[in-house]
């Protein structure tokens, strides 16, 4: 089962900043946080992982707490094309070669 | 940008009839998978693939299914007889490294059985 607890559902006005939370409160030394998309019918894209530093790419940021309990996944300026569901995902990188997906977060962007 | 590639996009078949669903990884990578999700539900691991052996599966990929690396380019699925609970969307994806790269998808197959 996912490791990760993630709200069912978010709203994000168009060109402000979405801020996806996730908490993983089992996490331990070994396991990464990674972040994929799932636009409608399409298939899972990767977005970001990070293991305790913040991360950035073109995409987006990924903010990790300190105890790495929880991250925040940022979507600097959300357009339409945001619309998505958002898994947060925990790997262990030295074990695990599958990915196991929850629920994620429905993000829908308004116009 | 290199992507993963699935063909066909929509399968239909009767129940019993096998299907073969085919998967064009990214090139330079070495770890291959399989992931299925049926309308509405989570996306589910099926089976991972390297060195031509499979290297993890879940309770679904059970002895209906087969994974196969034919000519060092395609990756395939084989279902050998569909049952109406294989109706899904069937993902593919590659990575460089098993455990700490990301994994592509590709766009899916929609098989539906009937």
């Known amino acids: 089962d996912a490791k990760t607890t993630q709200p069912p559902s978010m709203d994000c006005a168009e060109g402000r900043a979405a801020n996806l939370p996730c908490n993983h409160s089992?996490?331990?030394?070994?396991?990464?946080v990674y972040w994929y998309r799932q636009i409608h019918s399409q298939g899972p894209q990767y977005i970001i992982h990070?293991?305790?530093n913040n991360e950035t790419n073109e995409m987006a940021s990924l903010i990790i707490t300190e105890d790495r309990k929880s991250s925040t996944l940022i979507l600097p300026h959300a357009t339409l094309r945001d619309t998505a569901v958002y898994y947060c995902i925990v790997r262990d990188s030295n074990r695990d070669d599958k990915i196991i997906f929850g629920k994620g977060t429905r993000l829908h962007i308004l116009p | 940008e290199p992507e993963v590639t699935q063909t066909p996009s929509h399968q239909v078949t009767q129940m019993g009839q096998e299907v073969i669903l085919r998967c064009v990884p990214i090139?330079?990578?070495?770890?291959f998978y399989w992931y299925r999700q049926i309308l509405g539900q989570k996306v589910e691991f099926l089976v991972s693939?390297?060195?031509?052996?499979?290297?993890?599966k879940s309770e679904i990929f059970d002895d209906q299914f087969s994974v196969e690396r034919p000519d060092g380019s395609n990756f395939t699925l084989k279902i050998r007889s569909t049952k109406l609970e294989d109706s899904a969307m069937y993902f593919c994806?590659?990575?460089?490294?098993?455990?700490?790269?990301?994994?592509?998808f590709g766009p899916g197959t929609r098989l539906t059985v009937t």
């Open positions: 089992t996490i331990s030394g070994n396991e990464y």
């Open positions: 090139s330079n990578h070495l770890y």
């Open positions: 994806a590659s990575s460089v490294d098993g455990v700490s790269y990301e994994q592509y």
């Open positions: 693939f390297y060195n031509n052996e499979i290297s993890e």
């Open positions: 990070g293991l305790k």
